[in-house]
């Protein structure tokens, strides 16, 4: 992916890129990336489930949102590059001089932020997939509890809701079941017995509000109001489309 920005630039310093465009091979490798990461949280490939159970239901709304997610992506990413293409006078850079601006905008998308992403998606998919256990399992065990990776590098918004149990149908996994921020790594476990967490002993944190959903629910691994989305055209979320 880096190295397609070599080519992007030129087809922007001609004129055969512009802002509003998108670029379908270098949106699709990154479409293509995010959907392994979504693959590998998930557990299961589309090929391994049949139309209709949903295990499949949601790991194909996962695919729709990444495929989305990269086309808004890559709207936002080349409309950095189209107005690099003027310095802060007005004039037209130089190619080498523009050339350089794209290569550095291009590794901040497709390097620096692509693997906050890709984790993002891993945990994403993951807690997707427990989503629809919990479901399944929720006549016989209704109880879900919060739990953190322990470590020394959760956040301490996070430490505060660690071993929170609550029912699943409690509002509270509307708002903090994980991913609740990029490069979460907490999870929920189903319990078979226990009690709930009274509210009055929960520390009830600020979670960013791009996160302040339950994902899961929704099936989708970024959510809706990721900036990547600000403005980008229905029909240009809707233009990639898996490989078959």
């Not at 490939?45 to 049949?50: C, E």
């Amino acid at each position: 992916m880096i190295k397609e920005a070599k080519r992007i630039a030129k087809l922007i310093y001609n004129g055969k890129l512009k802002e509003g465009d998108i670029d379908p091979k270098l949106a699709t490798l990154v479409a293509e990336k995010l959907k392994e990461a979504i693959m590998e949280g998930f557990g299961k490939n589309l090929t391994d489930l049949d139309p209709g159970n949903p295990d499949y239901e949601m790991l194909k709304n996962l695919e729709k949102n990444v495929y989305a997610f990269s086309a808004a992506k890559n709207y936002q990413q080349l409309k950095d590059m189209t107005r690099a293409l003027s310095d802060e006078s007005g004039n037209i850079r130089t190619f080498t001089e523009f050339r350089n601006i794209v290569q550095n905008i291009n590794y901040q998308y497709n390097a620096d932020w692509l693997q906050t992403e890709y984790n993002t998606a891993i945990n994403s998919a993951t807690t997707a997939s427990r989503w629809v256990e919990f479901e399944q399992n929720k006549e016989s065990m209704p109880l879900l509890e919060y739990v953190t990776a322990g470590d020394d590098r959760v956040r301490p918004e996070h430490q505060e809701l660690n071993h929170v149990k609550k029912n699943i149908d409690d509002p509270f996994w509307d708002m903090y079941y994980p991913p609740n921020g990029f490069n979460c790594r907490c999870t929920v476990d189903q319990l078979t017995s226990g009690a709930e967490t009274p509210d009055h002993k929960i520390k009830y944190p600020e979670v960013t509000p791009m996160f302040q959903v339950n994902l899961a629910k929704q099936g989708l691994a970024f959510p809706a109001n990721h900036p990547y989305f600000d403005g980008v055209p229905d029909e240009v979320l809707q233009s990639l489309k898996p490989k078959k």
